[in-house]
């Protein structure tokens, strides 16, 4: 079985610094500032739903991951 291409997705901060967004309501890990970025590749891509959003805004957080 070949492994399938199903979401490639690469970001880099904005220049001039990091800018963060505090204290927002939604973020994905709660109590966590959102770093501004921007995606340089977000390509979707199963289901039969296809997108490409490279160049579009994005958003970064540090996280530790413990299962």
């Given at each position: 079985m070949a492994l399938k291409d199903t979401l490639k997705l690469d970001m880099e901060a904005i220049e001039?610094?990091?800018?963060?967004?505090?204290?927002?309501?939604?973020?994905?890990?709660p109590g966590s500032d959102l770093a501004l970025a921007r995606?340089?590749?977000?390509?979707?891509?199963?289901?039969?739903?296809?997108w490409n959003n490279s160049g579009k805004n994005g958003f970064y957080c540090k996280f530790k991951y413990t299962p």
């Open positions: 001039g610094g990091e800018s963060l967004l505090l204290n927002t309501p939604f973020a994905p890990v995606s340089t590749k977000h390509n979707y891509n199963d289901y039969g739903i296809e």
